[in-house]
């Protein structure tokens, strides 16, 4: 079952914007990840964030958590060409059973 | 990608032949996962091991076998049953079955069956 969906599918900016990605989910969740896939690559962890917060920061990268909605945001700042890549939300609704949706495809343009 | 590997990068299979998928970790981590990734999708839950000689079935699990001998290991088996196998299988492994911890992801491994 698929239970993140990501909106939108497929992103293009130039360099120097910023790339908000969403993820809506169905059932309620202890914690929402985000992970990052470059093309034909393995997936790599960015951020988590607990069902209990509301935003976290890591660097370029802020993530919110708005569970009455049951949705989440990435927002990249100040992009860069190194950011092209795929990006995956995931839920975890028990033991780190993880639940990944369909991505978002973001291009950014030198 | 971490301390996992998967071998190998590309495998050709003819229909009809099973074909077994490696994973090692060197990370001492205890739990262990398969991944099936089709073009354009997200990832789909084969099968996942929380403990050494212990396994249980994921989302997609017909047509796949494990085993988990070893802590650092969990060879995936895409059977002849399985039919649609063509596609990008990852494995993944995280220090514990409980919730809020990252799962580490290896580089992957493209499976066409033909």
């Known amino acids: 079952s698929q239970q993140g969906e990501e909106d939108p599918q497929a992103l293009s900016i130039q360099e120097g914007e910023n790339a908000t990605m969403n993820c809506s989910y169905k059932?309620?969740?202890?914690?929402l990840q985000w992970y990052r896939q470059n093309s034909g690559r393995g997936l790599v962890h960015l951020i988590l964030?607990?069902?209990?917060?509301r935003e976290k920061h890591s660097g370029r990268l802020r993530v919110t958590l708005d569970t009455s909605k049951k949705s989440s945001s990435l927002l990249i700042t100040a992009s860069r060409a190194a950011d092209t890549a795929s990006y995956f939300c995931?839920?975890?609704?028990?033991?780190?059973?993880?639940?990944f949706g369909g991505g978002t495809r973001l291009m950014v343009k030198p | 990608d971490g301390g996992i590997t998967q071998s190998p990068k590309y495998l050709f299979r003819k229909e009809g032949q099973n074909v077994t998928l490696s994973c090692e970790q060197n990370?001492?981590?205890?739990?262990m996962y398969w991944y099936r990734q089709d073009p354009g999708q997200g990832l789909r839950l084969i099968y996942y091991?929380?403990?050494?000689?212990?396994?249980q079935k994921g989302d997609i699990a017909e047509g796949y076998s494990v085993s988990r001998e070893k802590k650092e290991s969990f060879p995936l088996t895409v059977t002849s049953a399985q039919k649609n196998p063509t596609a990008f299988y990852l494995c993944?492994?995280?220090?514990?079955?409980?919730?809020?911890?990252?799962?580490?992801f290896g580089p992957g491994t493209r499976l066409t069956v033909t």
């Open positions: 993944a492994s995280s220090s514990g079955p409980t919730s809020g911890i990252e799962q580490y």
């Open positions: 059932t309620s969740i202890n914690n």
């Open positions: 964030i607990r069902s209990n917060e």
């Open positions: 995931a839920t975890d609704n028990a033991g780190n059973m993880l639940t």
């Open positions: 990370l001492n981590h205890d739990a």
């Open positions: 091991s929380q403990i050494v000689n212990d396994f």
